[in-house]
């Protein structure tokens, strides 16, 4: 059993930076791999990022490539989201989620566990 807990959201404006966290309780984080997904109002969710077992592998949706980073300190049980230049378009929901045994895919896929999600508004 994993739990997944955001934090990091907030108002900012367009053009500044956010950072998410997704701290995950019980001792086998590690054999998960860790994706974060969006959901904006109207909208159905959709993939941000994901980062694999060792964090030595990641893969981005196309539209937050070079904007977005992720990263996971396993060590620490957590996972980040560094959100930089932030635009309007950006606002929505973000979720953390975690599929066993590997990365989460851009299609959803196998999710084993899910956050409550954090929001992100970026006004203009």
């Known amino acids: 059993q994993v739990q997944l807990v955001e934090s990091g959201g907030g108002l900012v404006q367009a053009g500044g930076s956010l950072r998410l966290s997704c701290a995950a309780s019980?001792?086998?984080?590690?054999?998960?791999?860790v994706g974060w997904f969006r959901q904006a109002p109207g909208k159905e969710r959709e993939f941000v990022a994901a980062?694999?077992?060792?964090?030595?592998?990641?893969s981005y949706a196309d539209f937050v490539k070079g904007q977005f980073t992720i990263s996971r300190d396993n060590a620490k049980n957590g996972a980040l989201l560094q959100m930089n230049s932030l635009k309007p378009e950006d606002t929505a929901v973000y979720y953390c989620?975690?599929?066993?045994?590997?990365?989460?895919?851009?299609?959803?896929?196998?999710?084993?566990?899910w956050g409550q999600g954090t929001q992100v508004t970026v006004s203009s």
């Open positions: 989620a975690a599929r066993l045994g590997r990365i989460p895919t851009m299609n959803g896929g196998v999710i084993d566990y």
């Open positions: 019980g001792r086998t984080f590690s054999t998960y791999g």
């Open positions: 980062i694999n077992l060792s964090g030595s592998q990641t």
